[in-house]
């Protein structure tokens, strides 16, 4: 937990730029092309409407080529420094031969293992790759690479139906009840959460056999799991990595006067931490007692700070 | 197998003596020298003789196997064909008995046994052709008892009881063994409430361990709801004969119906360990295991039971509502129950198909087996594809019509009644007049009153169970119009007393059944016919509308849409009019009448939380939150489930009109759905408990909110004001 949170800090403080690549794919069919080129115009205006650095490119329509998205990566690489994050979202239909995905585009495709040489040229660190595409859990181990969150919308490439996983993904870079721990950013981790949530819903409400199941790795040469946590070992870096931010709060962090306010605010913080793991082994009212104090304790300095 | 001495050595003596020996040794009670004669028969060389033998020792695996052989040695025998067939009948499996009948007939035609066959086929699924193919059977062979027999029964499912103890007559004069017969003359006297000793007396004469007789009144006791006096004769089939493992599932799936799930688990258990396996006693006993999954909520006049993903979150509204329904009935019918109503909600609705299975012409989406109600969640159908509110008070008006009558009443008047309450309990409520109701009116098939039940038990066209309901409902509701609802509860008490539905319509209307056929005719010509008589118009202008739909053409949708919607303005289901017409309007940026039309189509009982939720948007941006709050309140009792959205929306529509109350159960709603956004619904829920002064309860809820995003600014402010004892709320709160 201090490792995430001095991890959630870091990319809060984070000055440097992020590249975001969308691409949507070949439709095949005049709705999926409507659809696909949709989406990912409302995630070029949502990250372009993001504060801070970001770098924004989309692909969609006629330029959703395998040399548009080669050219694109290699401008994002010769850009990129070390501190950067590199985003990489996927819209469309992916297929699986059995033995190689494949992200559908126009004119030729584009395998995983040669999106996955793209993105190792470029040096920003922290990478993390949207694969919303159908068959696209099949990309996962030609992706997975240390320090490269991979998230997909099926869990292998034999669900091969259309997502609705992308819709989703996209509502959660809109929708500020994403942000489940309200601190203005919403980070991989719960744009991922809040996309299968509502894609299981989805299906759950049509009474329609789910045909996709989100996955996510960001250990880099682990299993890909559908829910991430601390017992699994997946998600510390989906969990750190900001997708979009909502506000400028992290504004605050560069404030040098209010230091030492912070520093004994993110003391309160692991404190109360410490404290929700004790819960199950003290009595209710005496956690609800503690856990006032410091809440209370850090109400007030959050007062201070937004003075 | 071993067998006695004895029996080899009789077996070597066998002679010709067939089958039939040994069933009329097993039909009149001597069940030692059964067993001796069935032992005798597998010694024999003749499959078929085999088969029997082994059939009659329960062996029904080795049985089987021996009709398959003879059947392969006498390819051309009708008989082995039916024998087999009857024998796939009795262990469960009616498609392939259906099957050999048929290829007998094949063989030759007019096979008695295969008709009858057939007939008990048909039976079983309560399928109109049973008559028909009993007495085709009878007609092939008049000496069949069984058939005449079966035709008995069949009337007394039918509700005729005269022309039950007729056929039960005609059959003992073929057979004054007729055991079957002698049941259905008991139950005849034990519907009617008169002892049926004569006859029960007669049966224990005959076969004193002879279980399928009260087995048999049990199920005509199930089919008239009088469930509790079936338990007693299905407790005496199998003090009869204790290895009658039927009878053992039976009670076990009834207990259940009455709320006595351990001992029903027990019977099942036995019956099913026993080798009674049929669908309904699997699928009960996991039913009961399910049960111990699921989350009981109790107060003194109510139990539900709840599946625990979705417990906390129906309670709200289930809750409330049964209580609601049950002071209201109180008053209404002037019943008082005696005990509390047991309600079962079941997200899947196939558990609460279970519930159902082996009742003719019960509801689709809820049951009342007396106190006890079982009914789909609105989570086990689409969204949109019922209304659960309406669902719950129609199997309540059940509860209480059961309690008043004693479960002494005809199915038409308490599915009538039931029907009628829907709407009564709000106009919006209740099952929309459907093409098929529309059809049955136009094409005439309505049944008489007298005669009602019959669509109900044994429909004789697709579709005309829900026409029944239909029809019942209208009849209730054009009594309830002409003469007062008191009129509908003097026919209740009426029937309580065992009087006919000929006899109640006399004695309380004042005429005879066909006069009150006519009149009811009329009126429902009158307030249905022109639909009804425009319905070929409107089909075929609906299909074009959607074409023009398709094409974009939006003035025009506007004015043929509005045209097809006046032809059967409650036709509110896929493909409808106002669906179309409010595309068009929004299409032309017209959002007040996109508005009016779908405020329409949520009067007339639109359900389609996609239109209604629309609708409320709509609302609101018009400067209308009084209507978008009621409109989406009307959602909650369609579609509660998996629409964070709804209880978040309404949350806040009420908190800003000051419904405290209905905020409370919103956001209560919300946290209970385990969110997304968990946070800001507990801070929301702490907020509406400040504003109803509530603080120990806002204090708890704005701790969860912190507890799972500890620097969320607004909740931390509360937290602070809270304890300074200052929660006027700030801009910031107010913003949130």
Known sequence: MKIFLAMALFALCLPATVHYLTVSGLGGEPDYELRFTALAADLDKLLKASPGEVAVH???????????????????????????????????????????????????????????????????????????????????????????????????????????????????????????????????????????????????????????????????????????????????????????????????VLDPAKQKLLARKEQIEQGIDKLKYEKAAMPLEEYRKQLTTLLLELARIQEELDK | MRLPIAALVMAASLSAAGHEDCHRLLNSGKRAEARTCYQQLTLTRDPYLRAEGLWGLVLYKDANDQFRLAVDQAPKNPDYRVRWGRLFLERFNPDDAGKLFTEALAIKENHPGALLGLALVASDGFDAKAVELAEKALAADPKLVEAQELLASLALEDANPAKAAEQAHKALKISPQALDALAILASVEILADRPGDQWLARIASLNPSYARGHALIAHHLVINRRYKEAVDFYRRAIAADPNFWEARSKLGINLLRLGQDQEASQQLQMAFENGYADLPTKNTLRLIDKFKE????????????????????????????????????????????????????????????????????????????????????????????????????????????????????????????????????????????????????????????????????RPSYPGQVPVSYFQAGRICDYIAGRWGFDKLLGMMHSFAQRATTAEVIEQHLGMKPDQFDKQFFAWLENDVGKIAGAFDEWRKRARALAELAKAGKHDEVIQEGTQVRDLFPEYVEA????????????????????????????????????????????????????????????????????????????????????????????????????????????????????????????????LEALETAKGYRPALQLLLQLHDGNTQETPQQKRK
Not at chain 1, 134 to 151: D, E, M, N, T
Not at chain 2, 341 to 355: G, K
């Open chain 1, 58 to 252: 989309t692909l969609s329509g006629k330029q959703a080529t395998k040399a548009q998205l080669t050219s694109i990566m290699a401008l994002i690489a010769g850009a990129a420094k070390n501190d950067d994050s590199l985003v990489v979202l996927l819209i469309g239909h992916g297929s699986f031969d059995g033995h190689d995905y494949k992200f559908n585009l126009v004119g030729p495709d584009i395998s995983a293992v040669e999106l996955a040489a793209l993105c190792d040229r470029v040096s920003a660190s922290r990478q993390l790759v949207v694969n919303m595409t159908s068959s696209s859990g099949a990309a996962i181990p030609a992706l997975q690479k240390k320090g490269r969150a991979v998230i997909t919308a099926t869990k292998s490439g034999t669900e091969k139906n259309a997502t609705v996983f992308a819709r989703y993904w996209v509502d959660a870079l809109r929708d500020p009840a994403a942000d489940t721990d309200k601190n203005d950013v919403i980070s991989a981790l719960e744009a991922f959460h809040f996309a299968v949530k509502k894609t299981t819903g989805f299906y759950e409400t049509q009474k329609r056999i789910a045909t996709e199941h989100a996955m996510l790795e960001d250990v880099g040469d682990g299993d890909a799991v559908r829910d991430p946590s601390p017992q699994n070992g997946q998600g510390l870096l989906a969990g750190a990595f900001p997708v979009l931010r909502l506000g400028a709060s992290h504004q605050a």
């Open chain 2, 294 to 457: 699921m989350v009981t909520f109790k107060t003194e006049n109510t139990v539900v039971k709840f599946d625990p993903k979705e417990a906390q979150l129906l309670r709200l509204y289930f809750e409330e509502e049964l209580k609601k329904a049950i002071a209201t009935y109180e008053k209404k019918y002037k019943v008082k129950l005696a005990g509390p109503v047991q309600l079962e909600v079941y997200s899947n609705h196939d558990d609460f198909a279970v519930r159902t299975l082996g009742l003719p012409g019960v509801g689709i989406l809820g049951v009342a087996f007396g106190d006890v109600v079982a009914m789909d969640s609105p989570s086990g159908r689409r969204p949109g594809a019922f209304h659960w509110a309406s669902t719950l008070w129609h199997e309540l008006s059940h509860v209480f019509v059961l309690s008043a009558t004693r479960h002494r009443v005809p199915r038409w008047f308490t599915e009538g009644l039931a029907v009628h309450e829907e709407t009564a309990a709000s106009p919006d409520w209740g099952d929309r007049l459907t093409p098929d109701m529309i059809l049955a009116v136009r094409d005439k098939k309505l049944l008489p009153v007298a005669d009602l039940d019959r669509g109900f038990i």
């Open chain 2, 575 to 702: 493909a409808n009019a106002y669906e179309f017409i409010v595309e068009a309007h929004l299409a032309k940026g017209d959002k007040p009448k996109a508005v009016q039309v779908l405020e329409h189509y949520s009067k007339v009982g639109g359900r389609s939380p996609e239109m209604l939720k629309k609708l409320a948007t709509l609302q609101q941006q018009l400067g209308k939150p009084t209507d978008a709050a009621a409109t989406l309140n009307r959602l909650n009792y369609i579609y509660p489930v998996n629409d964070e959205d709804l209880h978040r929306r309404l949350g806040d529509l009420w908190f800003s009109q000051g419904n405290i109350h209905g905020a409370i159960r919103e956001y209560q709603a919300l946290v209970a759905m385990n969110p997304q956004d968990k946070a800001t619904a507990h801070y929301n829920l702490a907020r509406a408990f400040v504003a109803a002064k509530q603080n120990d309860k806002a204090k708890i809820h704005v």
